[in-house]
């Protein structure tokens, strides 16, 4: 989703500005620009298509300016266009902005600049806020720096929706202003220059020292300092946040692919995300206050989230309930936050988001606590928005994930969430301490067993190979199967855009049996002996009608026989999820390369939806 760039220092802004732009690309986007202010005011140049088409624009060698916004933009309101491309300016060219969000209000706003003979040129929601800053502007009695900031100010108190905004403006070529509400914006703190952007990576290479802002606090930006203040325009301090991440792990690596790096970095991150929060006698999060007397007040653990982190919720549900005895449910975050759903004191929200910037999850979270519950994010972004929402949080350290599709932050996500289920129920008390010991040496075992199945993935890009040309694909399993096989078809159609649903296995007979005929291919998972030989059976039931199966098993399937058999080593099937869904992210991987696709970046979708 949009992608925002800043730089205001001593160097050349719009090589750095284009070179943040494409470490933004995994984001998904349609059109690129940047407004850079010289001598003789602010240029713009932007177009939609590629970053890179702005190494083309005429003019964009001329640029000489010190002081820039960037922005890649994911059309909400008018089509991807010139005109509807970011930034976008008031009427009277003084001011330039870059939106990352939605305004709600802005056909409101629309009509009263209109009302006051302002006259818009584009589609975009967007395009008010400059001319809203200009209109506020031009009532200021002075022109000193504190009217830029209060025209500002005024302006954003009047926006309804979300947003991350830098804006310059040509009275003050030296000052940069930035704020946000409810959409992600970093601040990079250089020296005798500063760094603005969406997301971390784009400017990691400069920085590792960042500011991150709350709704609502504003930072005035030049050179050698920035200035932070609240909504009442009162100065305020912040501290400065270090981020570990190096420049080398969001760089491919020379893989292919940021996916393939992803999916082969996952004994890593599995390994970095267990790091001490568990070894073989004990489980300790050090930062998470929880008391033995508000874990037993619970009657309800509700795990809410998104796409691929909702599944984790579904992979990890019955673990929590196993061990902890209190029911729990998985919600999607898009329908929670509108279902007037029943939680209050007694209930604990988990909100899992690899960003942490997520609309609907951050919604959700919001709506819980304003009902009394307590909030637990998982985020893999150190101070992302949830984050700082949230009442506990714990962090998966699987490091930056470019990808769109989700591979090692479901991993990761999968294993901290049982080590989380664990802790709670040490605290409770209501475990088996046999099965609980197992656990914890079978999570350490986790990081070589996923490097076994990643020695060797011949078969899996053989099986890639028969079926890249497929119209549908089901995913069948039972138990926890069913849950890797959703987070399976999800990776599929993501990346390859093939049609391919997942199925309770014992669910087919009521209906989706009717779809299977000769050649449709089934794949599905079977990790639990207990459940093997009932998947087995309905396995039978397709081959008869004709389907072509493939079978991703660590189970006895003697005298069975299918069309492909991709073994994973022996795993609890508590703990399957993180072992069995690797074959079936390379298999993802393996269609959509012989489909010729962009893996990174499928079409329509965005790595971080920050937009409802
Ligand atoms: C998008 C991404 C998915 C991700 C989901 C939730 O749809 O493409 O990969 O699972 O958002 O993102 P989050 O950052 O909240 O985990």
């Not at 019955?318 to 209190?326: A, D, R, V």
């Not at 449709?520 to 081959?543: F, G, M, R, W, Y």
Request: one cysteine or more; hydrophobic letters at 40%.
């Amino acid at each position: 989703m949009c992608g925002i760039v800043g730089y205001i220092g001593h160097q050349k802004a719009s090589p750095i500005l284009i070179n943040g732009l494409l470490r933004l690309e995994y984001r998904g986007y349609d059109s690129a620009g940047i407004a850079v202010i010289e001598k003789d005011g602010i240029s713009i140049l932007k177009d939609k298509g590629k970053v890179n088409n702005l190494y083309n624009l005429d003019g964009i060698d001329k640029l000489e300016g010190t002081n820039g916004i960037a922005h890649t933009r994911w059309a909400t309101h008018g089509k991807p266009s010139k005109i509807n491309s970011h930034p976008h300016m008031d009427e009277s060219n003084t001011f330039a902005v870059v939106h990352n969000g939605i305004i709600e209000n802005f056909s409101e706003l629309r009509k009263f600049l209109e009302d006051n003979n302002v006259k818009f040129i584009s589609d975009t929601d967007t395009e008010v806020i400059p001319n809203l800053i200009n209109y506020y502007y031009s009532k200021e009695v002075s022109r000193d720096i504190f009217s830029f900031l209060h025209a500002v100010k005024v302006a954003c108190n009047e926006l309804k929706g979300s947003f991350a905004l830098e804006i310059l403006c040509k009275d003050f070529p030296d000052n940069m202003i930035v704020v946000r509400k409810d959409s992600p914006l970093v601040i990079g703190k250089g020296v005798g220059e500063n760094f603005i952007a969406s997301d971390i990576p784009a400017i990691l290479s400069f920085t590792k020292d960042f500011y991150l802002l709350n709704d609502f606090e504003y930072a005035l930006l030049s050179r050698n300092d920035i200035k932070f203040f609240d909504n009442d325009l009162t100065e305020i301090n912040l501290d400065t946040k270090t981020i570990e991440w190096n420049m080398e792990a969001a760089e491919k690596n020379g893989y292919d692919d940021f996916m393939l790096k992803e999916i082969y970095e996952q004994p890593t991150s599995i390994r970095e995300t267990i790091g001490s929060t568990l070894n073989e006698d004990k489980v300790s999060f050090p930062d998470l206050n929880i008391s033995k007397e508000y874990l037993h007040s619970l009657n309800r653990i509700y795990i809410i989230a998104c796409g691929t982190a909702m599944h984790v919720g579904l992979a990890t549900k019955n673990i929590f309930e196993q061990l902890c005895k209190i029911p729990v449910e998985v919600e999607v975050a898009s329908e929670f936050r509108y279902k007037n759903p029943l939680v209050d004191s007694k209930t604990l929200c988990i909100y899992i988001s690899q960003s942490g910037e997520t609309a609907d999850t951050i919604a959700a979270l919001k709506l819980a606590k304003s009902k009394g519950a307590k909030t637990l994010a998982i985020s893999n972004v150190i101070g992302s928005s949830i984050t700082r929402e949230a009442d506990y949080t714990i962090y998966t350290h699987a490091g930056p994930e470019i990808a769109v599709a989700s591979t090692k932050a479901y991993t990761s996500q999968v294993v901290l969430t049982t080590i989380l289920a664990i802790y709670f129920s040490e605290i409770l008390g209501t475990a088996d301490t046999t099965l609980i010991d197992t656990l914890k040496k079978e999570i350490l075992e986790l990081p070589k067993k996923v490097d076994e199945v990643l020695t060797d993935t011949s078969a899996i890009k053989d099986f890639a190979n028969k079926i890249y040309k497929e119209k549908d694909i089901f995913f069948i399993g039972r138990g926890l199967d069913y849950a890797i096989t959703m987070e399976a078809s999800l990776k599929l159609k993501e990346i390859s855009y093939i049609h391919s649903e997942a199925y309770a296995a014992g669910e087919l007979k009521h209906g989706t049996i009717a779809l299977i005929e000769n050649g449709i291919t089934v794949i599905s998972s079977i990790t639990n002996p207990d459940l093997a030989h009932k998947t087995i059976s309905n396995i039978q039931e397709v081959i008869t009608r004709g389907a072509k199966t493939l079978v991703v098993t660590n189970q006895d399937l003697e005298g069975h026989s299918f069309d492909g058999v991709i073994r994973i080593p022996e795993v609890n099937p508590m703990l399957a999820p993180v072992v069995a869904i690797v074959p079936m992210q390379l298999l993802a991987y393996y269609v959509s390369k012989a489909k010729g696709l962009d893996v990174d970046k499928p079409r329509n979708l965005a790595k971080s939806v920050t937009v409802e």
